[in-house]
């Protein structure tokens, strides 16, 4: 279990939501979200300890979602998601940073919610 993970999350939220404001920012989606809204969702940690110090590699995953006709609302909150973590002074509780990174990003139709879904990814490395 990351002891990293939370820390990280609460600080990727808050940058997230003061760069799509008004937009909604959610860790976990409500029954009945407003359009569009982001996630900061899924992530993932493996050890990145040395013999000096404890660190974590941590790979979080933000979802975008969208109902609009086009891909460009989507893709301007992903354009707003990159440029607030990607290569950012991000504070994390109790942890530092060594770099918060843009790894990749994807966007697809989702026909059952009937609605545009992208993911960026971003690489945290952080010590204790």
Do not use: N
């Amino acid at each position: 279990m990351s002891g990293a993970a939370w820390p990280l999350q609460e600080a990727v939220s808050a940058a997230v939501t003061a760069a799509v404001t008004p937009v909604s920012v959610y860790d976990v989606v409500p029954d009945t979200p407003a359009y569009p809204f982001v996630l900061v969702g899924d992530d993932a940690s493996k050890d990145w300890s040395t013999s000096e110090a404890y660190g974590e590699d941590v790979t979080v995953t933000l979802h975008v979602w969208s109902q609009d006709t086009d891909r460009e609302e989507m893709k301007t909150l992903q354009q707003q998601i990159y440029g607030a973590l990607h290569d950012q002074a991000v504070s994390v509780s109790g942890y530092s940073v060594a770099a918060l990174l843009f790894v990749s990003s994807e966007s697809v139709f989702d026909e059952e919610k009937s609605a545009l879904h992208g993911t960026s990814k971003f690489r945290c490395l952080l010590s204790a």
